[in-house]
């Protein structure tokens, strides 16, 4: 058996060489899953003494109120629950236009505000019971069914993450151990092959068995040592039933127990000082630490019960999770893309000056040629050999090679390739092709929450150019980042924030301070002119634009004959012009395009500047305008 000073300085290696991929994986299960749980402790001290003078705030308060309304429910029924959510709704909302109606975490209008609100009120949970009692005409049955489903979603998290998680912090752990690259997407390996509800079902009943056993004490001991490598096994081969994993780690358990304690004591000094840092230390270093040395222990023990032969141990069959899979195994496996890089070793023809570097730098070009579609496809195939590049160089597990066959992703067909570049006749195209879906989105908006037909935008055509603008930016701009679709999906929102921003300061300044639309009160919003579900729902649309509908619109395009296309954009340009030269004198305004409905709270209105207003009206309605 290797010493623990040799477990302990292997993994030391292992953690240093992958410091942040264990940290996020330690982390992540310390929030979600049953492990690491006093690693969080930190957070919840800094919430309580954050501001001792303030009543409570954030997600306590959240508790406070909704455990006002369910004592409500519970005293004197659903409505009663109903009227006290509602006041604790005003309340917030009241609170959050104390500062004024430009209050940048102001909850008063939005989706996100709904949300916020409905969620810190306790309104949801109204909402939901009000669903079940119109279904069975009974609030006190409702009450129970609704305790009852709420158990039951507790219940289903807990069997299907919780516990699941323990699996997959080992299996990248283990990972971690032989190779120097371990991908995010590891995460969902269970997914991948197709196993997941089988080791949620099977960590359920190692958290059952262990429940009987600790029933005896002295049992429960004994048990939690020697069912403690089943995470481990199951990481290695989640193909195995629960009672084959339980089993075998008895086996491997067998004359280790006491080692196993010792190894256990030999921590408790980081677990004191993660006592006194309030858990810092636990996530910084000892966690990570902790999970990279039982990996090394349970190699150990794997290696043991090969080499005495113990039963079943073959059954732990995932040799290159160990060691490194031989050169020609790898080009056997992975032909496919030894052949896409045999092909990308012949030239292509490459642009020269000012065509070069539009190209390269913003994706333009002016013509789309049998050149230029070689070009592409030269980079797809890139793009493919450099996502299994790890696997060929044995820098990572090589995932073709796995006990079990993973699920394949879903091939993106050639021609939605998301890597092209666009011709001008094509951009001016999809320019006007996206601020006429912006358009159509709105006018549908308005048509299905007000019940009319609503001409949305500055210019009187059936076009928002925000909308096309934003479009063309995101894939002239942001061409270098397509590749890093979690990267492009945050700079789309901020260049869409910045296009929005400065599009609503031009027309205020243009229109003598004209405003066609004004975010106030939404939560998230920088001085009523973008706010965080629009940006959102912009980076949304972004993605979608760059990886699916402007690759299928541009094929379209590119079927179209020069002699047509041509003449089609010079008139749309023209018509363009014109409705931008019409509309500085005579803008398209009026009744839900510059002029807003107002907010009521207690008897009187806030108007969009702030200002409080005496109206004898009740009812005013709030609508969101994406322009």
């Not at 092909?343 to 050149?371: M, S």
Request: proline content about 2%; aromatic content about 12%; glycine content about 8%.
């Amino acid at each position: 058996m290797i010493k623990r000073k040799d477990l302990k300085r292997n993994a030391k290696h292992v953690f240093r060489r992958h410091y942040g991929l264990l940290l996020l994986a330690c982390l992540f299960v310390a929030v979600l899953g049953n492990e690491f749980k006093n690693s969080t402790t930190f957070v919840s001290i800094g919430v309580g003494v954050a501001e001792e003078e303030k009543i409570v705030s954030g997600t306590a308060m959240t508790a406070i109120n909704t455990s006002e309304v369910i004592e409500r429910v519970i005293q004197d029924g659903i409505a009663a629950g109903k009227q006290t959510a509602e006041e604790i709704k005003e309340e917030e909302i009241e609170k959050s236009t104390e500062a004024g109606a430009n209050t940048i975490l102001g909850h008063s209008r939005g989706i996100l505000a709904n949300v916020v609100n409905s969620v810190t009120s306790g309104s949801v949970f109204i909402t939901m019971l009000s669903a079940a009692n119109t279904l069975i005409h009974s609030s006190d049955v409702a009450i129970i069914l609704f305790i009852l489903i709420s158990a039951s979603v507790m219940l289903a998290a807990w069997y299907f993450i919780r516990n699941t998680l323990a699996v997959v912090l080992r299996r990248i752990s283990l990972e971690c151990r032989m190779y120097e690259k371990v991908p995010v997407s590891r995460f969902i390996f269970l997914i991948r092959v197709r196993r997941w509800c089988r080791v949620a079902g099977d960590m359920f009943l190692l958290a059952l068995f262990k429940f009987l056993w600790n029933l005896t004490v002295i049992g429960g001991i004994i048990k939690h040592y020697s069912y403690r490598m089943v995470p481990f096994i199951l990481a290695e081969n989640p193909n195995l039933k629960a009672r084959e994993a339980i089993t075998l780690s008895r086996k491997m358990m067998k004359g280790h127990k006491w080692e196993c304690f010792v190894l256990d004591v030999t921590f408790w000094g980081w677990d004191i000082l993660g006592i006194i840092t309030l858990g810092i230390s636990n996530v910084f270093f000892s966690n990570p630490y902790k999970i990279c040395t039982f990996s090394e222990y349970y190699t150990e023990l794997r290696r043991l019960g090969i080499e005495n032969k113990i039963e079943d141990i073959e059954v732990l069959c995932d040799v290159y999770l160990y060691e490194k899979a031989p050169e020609d195994v790898l080009k056997e496996n992975y032909a496919d893309i030894e052949g896409l890089i045999e092909k990308n070793k012949l030239p292509i023809e490459e642009r020269k000056g000012a065509l070069r570097f539009l190209a390269n730098t913003f994706g333009v070009v002016l013509v789309v040629d049998a050149d230029e579609r070689k070009r592409e496809e030269y980079h797809e195939r890139r793009l493919k050999i450099s996502s299994y590049k790890d696997y060929i160089e044995g820098k990572a597990y090589p995932n073709r090679l796995f006990v079990i066959p993973e699920k394949k992703k879903v091939a993106v067909a050639e021609n939605i390739s998301y890597l092209r570049s666009y011709s001008l006749a094509s951009l001016i195209m999809l320019f006007f092709g996206f601020s006429f879906i912006g358009w159509l989105w709105e006018v549908s908006l308005h048509v299905v929450k007000d019940g009319m037909f609503i001409n949305r935008g500055v210019l009187h055509g059936p076009w928002l150019p925000i909308y096309g603008a934003g479009g063309v930016l995101i894939l002239i701009i942001l061409k270098k980042l397509r590749e890093y679709p979690p990267v492009e999906f945050v700079a789309a929102m901020l260049l869409c924030g910045c296009v929005e921003y400065a599009s609503s300061y031009y027309l205020q300044v243009a229109h003598n301070g004209k405003k066609w639309w004004d975010y106030s009160g939404y939560f998230l919003n920088l001085n009523g002119r973008i706010c965080a579900e629009g940006v959102l729902v912009f980076g949304l649309g972004g993605m979608g634009i760059v990886y699916v509908l402007a690759p299928l619109m541009d094929n379209f395009i590119r079927k179209m004959k020069l002699q047509i296309l041509i003449p089609i954009c010079v008139i749309l340009l023209g018509i363009f012009v014109a409705d931008n030269i019409y509309s500085l004198k005579h803008p398209n305004a009026g009744k839900g395009i510059t002029d807003y409905h107002q907010i009521q709270y207690q008897g009187s209105m806030v108007g969009l500047d702030g200002k409080e207003e005496k109206n004898d009206c009740d009812t005013f309605i709030t609508s969101i305008y994406y322009i």
